[in-house]
């Protein structure tokens, strides 16, 4: 198993706050990697410093053999990296239909791959014609995944989305990470929701300050309760 | 130090800059006693203090104010309509401070709450509409204004050139306009000083964690409106005084001395140039502006006349001193560009590395 | 520019559970309307109304071409252009270097010899103004991109650059600009007579609105653009060069104050260096007024600001100095952010 991303000592600071201190991961091609830890632990960030939305300040992102971490963000869009920011940012001015066309980016969406995201997430059918911002949370969600898996991409990269969102979506949201999954994604989630994240996991990795502080499989940790407590000061089962 | 508030020009350079500045104001009608010298060293000081009150505006609160001008126009059409109408009186000139300072503080105030809600960009886009609008009115309600020709008027007697108090002192008359150049500069330096306290008092600084993060300040309890309110008020009160006295030393006041936008772009070079932020760059800005726009000018001239005899295309036109302002703004790009700390800021950043090396 | 490709539409809004419409806003488009009724019964004569109305209307036509660009800035990248007026002024400009040398054709009394200089004239004036664009992007905003202070010191120096070149080069005089002869005169309807240059300004300004809204609403560059306004960021992460989306609105919305200039121009049938510094007064009037970023609320505001001098300037002559201010403030009353805020930002 090859390894598709690969961060090594990067650094971010925004402003004057120093906020990842050398954060060091892979994320091995065609499995799906949980990215743990408490608020404030640098998830996001790593996110966005991989998306090129913040610049690291050192350390090396490598995409497929490519170096990113001075590549602008379009670039890295185009090389194959969906991304769901936590703010799920929709254009709500826009339809459904206009989100996706733009994500799309060259020409129409596929009708085929619609019909597909359409059967986990079929309000977005419902609504095509409808202006994002007039959508439900949970529907504005499903609509900031959709365009992010509008094309094929080589990796997703999913900021909380399960957070503030009815049981039931969530499980269209897992229902459609794990088809992706078999599918053959490469996706790095961020997730608060324990339960979501031992789903779909197949590997872990928990943040704490800046930096990776434990690297593993799903099971493992989702086993081993004294850790979790170590790792994130509370039991993830308890924790949802 | 307890003068200066607590807060020294902190290098020395600068130090021996303003010490020499000041002096130089404060000996100048005994060291420069030509006419067109005690019109530039007057010059200096009022537009020290004019410039001052912007820093308080720009460099403390981050705001830009388009509408400066218009309360320094303000002060000097108070004064220049009084002494015009109710003859050349000490009480014509109180009644012109009456009435001009409390109007300039309510135009200030209404601008303030009107605007300073929302982003600062709006802020500088009102005033620079309300201050257009503003220099309209005075040149057309010529009955009260003067219109485009403005107002000239007497001082009171004891201000006149004519009344000498002593012929002779260390080879230079003093008289009553070396009594109004000392009016001038004591009044100017008192506002300098007065903007000085303010930015050292707990007021000052909650403005400069308004300018550094709004935001935060707000989340902190502080009701930004009204301390960026109280800024705008207290700058344009300062303004429209500096605005009087500039009445009384020109014994006129007119559109192009007291409102237009030519005015308005000195007093962003000159704050620029000096330093945001400082007070200092106030004095230091004014100072190197005023006697370069008064000594560069002639040159420019010179330069220019050279040029059109040489016959070289386009430079004539470029070098005329009537473009003085082409080359001041592309000065002022490039400072805001390359110097955006200006004087002071560039002084104080080698001052203290001499001291941490 | 890619027109949004044709989708299957399969998949129709469904009847049965619609989602809440947004109610639109109607109130601030109702305003011209209402003004204009308003003061039906104070100027009293029916003639002079319309022409008043017809003078309002075109008037407030070249404003919205000169200020509609402004505003697009300010939404997409909330970048406020105070040297905006220099592209109108240079528009104009450039339109005397091809209109007064063929002054023959301008004064001919042919249709189609007019406009054969005049569309030369405002291409060249796009032109020129467009590419002055490109450079005051690169050189005076793209340095403190982010900076808004700076940003208002720059451009306002670019502002007073201009303005003194444009002195340096053609002199302190007034160059005088007579309108072609066939756009000469009105058209007279009864008693009333609507002058034809008015009608080509009003023709002119509604093709660049309803240009503008179609590039919005129908092509993938215009819903870019709005959704851009909305979050830049996300934009880019779809992978889209936002700053490249940005420098081409600004240039167009350049060559439209430059197009602007030339229509403002030969309306006062004159050019002054100065114009473009008065004019921005107005241009930032009507786009406070509309709401930053609106172009709906542009339009609107510039009609509005338009009837305000016309009406104004008939009734209270004396009022008229002040009548924008006075609108101004009796918008921001009703609504602090302007007619339609956009929001987000």
Known sequence: MTDLLTLSGVHTHIGRYHILHGVDFAIPEGQTTMLLGRNGAGKTTTLRTIMGLWPASAGSITLAGQRIEKIATPEIARLGVGYVPESMAVFSDLTVKENLVLAARDGAPDTARLEWIFGFFPALKKFWLSRAGALSGGQKQMLSIARAIVEPRQLLLIDEPTKGLAPAIIGALIDCFAELKRRGATILLVEQNFHAAREIGDAVLVMDNGAIVHRGGMADLANDIPLQERLLGLSLEAHQ | MMLLSGDPPRSRLLSVLLIAIVLGLALAPLLFPGAKALNVATKICIFAALVASYDLLLGYTGTVSFAHTMFYGIGSYAIAIALYSLGPSWSAIAIGLVIGLPLAALLALAIGLFSLRVEAIFFAMITLAVASAFLVLASQLSWLTGGEDGRSFQLPELLRPGTVFVKNFFGVPLNGRTLTYYIIFIGCAAMILGLLRVVNSPFGRVLQAVRENRFRAEALGYRTVFHLTYANVLAALVAASAGALNAMALRYAGPDTSLSFAIMLDILLMVVIGGMGTIYGAIIGAAIFILAQNYLQALMGLASNAAAEAGLPLLPGLLHPDRWLLWLGLLFIASVYFFPTGIVGRLRQTAHHATTR | ?????????????????????????????????????????????????????????????????????????????????????????????????????????????????????????????????????????????????????????????GLIVAEQALYALWGPQIIPLPLPTSLRGSFILGDVAIAKYRLLAMGVGLAVFVGIQLVLTRSKIGLLIRAGVENREMVEALGYHIKRLFLGVFMVGSALAGLGGIMWALYREQVHASMGNDLTVLVFIVVIIGGLGSIGGCFIGAILVAMVANYGGFLLPKLALVSNILLMVAILMWRPRGLYAVTSR
């Open chain 3, 1 to 157: 520019m890619t027109i949004v490709p044709h989708m299957t539409d399969v998949p129709a809004q469904s009847a049965s559970e619609p989602l809440p419409k947004q109610p639109r806003d109607l109130l601030p488009l109702l305003l011209p309307v209402l003004l204009a009724l308003a003061m039906l019964p104070l100027i009293g004569s029916g003639s002079t109304w319309i022409t008043l109305t017809v003078a309002s209307l075109a008037m407030g036509m070249m404003i919205f071409i000169m200020a509609s660009g402004l505003t697009l800035v300010f939404g997409l990248m909330d970048v406020l252009n105070f040297g905006h007026g220099a592209f109108i002024a240079v528009g104009a400009y450039v339109a005397t270097l091809v209109l007064l040398p063929l002054a023959s054709w301008v004064q001919a009394d042919s249709l189609w010899l007019n406009l054969a200089v005049l569309a030369p004239a405002a291409l060249a004036a796009m032109a020129v103004s467009g590419a002055l664009g490109l450079v005051v992007e690169r050189v005076l905003i793209l340095p403190v991109y982010g900076q808004h202070l700076k940003q208002i010191l720059m451009t306002t120096g």
